[in-house]
């Protein structure tokens, strides 16, 4: 029997602009999507555990981990570390895991450099305001910080020409609903079909 390899679904955004909420919407949906937990040296806000938000880890052990060459993509973001497992992701989707992952537009582009089938979705908020109100009203992070992502999340909007997908998450569900649709509709895609229902495309042929 072939084995169908799993879809790879990078998720990216400005800080504010909704995804870990549109993420966690999705997750929870009957996709059955896996999501992949990356490493980072932050520490916890309130509410996230270790090893099903981040595993998070000292600086020290991730900088060994990047030069063992463990990370398919790490990023430097407002002074914190970030990376993905490469082992994870391989084993994960040889298995036919379709898996979720969310990261920033710098990893987005590595992801697409190592895995050039890779389904990358931006998520734009519904305008700048917004997109500040947001960032003001979680109150996480003291106002520099703020700024900063405010700052970046211009730079990041200018790389959404890399994406296949563009979603705006005016209201969550409807962006909920926009998701969900890039999911079944790569599921579907010819080459993907083909190879998960050879006998039945045989028999028929």
């Not at 040889?94 to 990261?103: K, V, Y």
């Not at 005016?170 to 895609?189: F, Q, T």
């Amino acid at each position: 029997m072939i084995k169908t390899p799993g879809c790879l679904f990078v998720i990216s955004a400005p800080s504010g602009a909704g995804k870990t909420s549109l993420v966690r919407e999705l997750l929870q949906s009957s996709l059955n999507l896996n999501l992949s937990v990356s490493h980072t040296t932050r520490l916890p806000r309130n509410g996230e555990i270790d090893g099903r938000d981040y595993h998070f880890v000292t600086e020290a052990k991730f900088k060994q981990m990047l030069f063992n060459g463990e990370f398919v993509e790490s990023a430097e973001v407002y002074g914190n570390l970030y990376g993905t497992s490469q082992h994870w992701l391989n084993d994960a989707m040889s298995s036919g895991q379709d898996i979720l992952l969310e990261i920033d537009c710098q990893g987005a582009k590595q992801i697409k450099q190592i895995f050039p089938h890779s389904i990358a979705i931006f998520i734009l908020p519904p305008s700048a305001e917004a997109l500040a109100t947001r960032l003001k009203t979680r109150a996480q992070d003291d106002p520099e910080i703020i700024k900063k992502r405010l700052k970046a999340a211009r730079e990041e909007i200018s790389h959404i020409a890399e994406f296949n997908y563009i979603i705006v998450n005016g209201k969550l569900n409807e962006a909920l609903s926009d998701l969900i649709c890039i999911v079944k509709a790569e599921r579907l895609k010819t080459e993907r079909q083909t190879m998960k229902h050879h006998l039945l495309v045989a028999q028929l042929s």
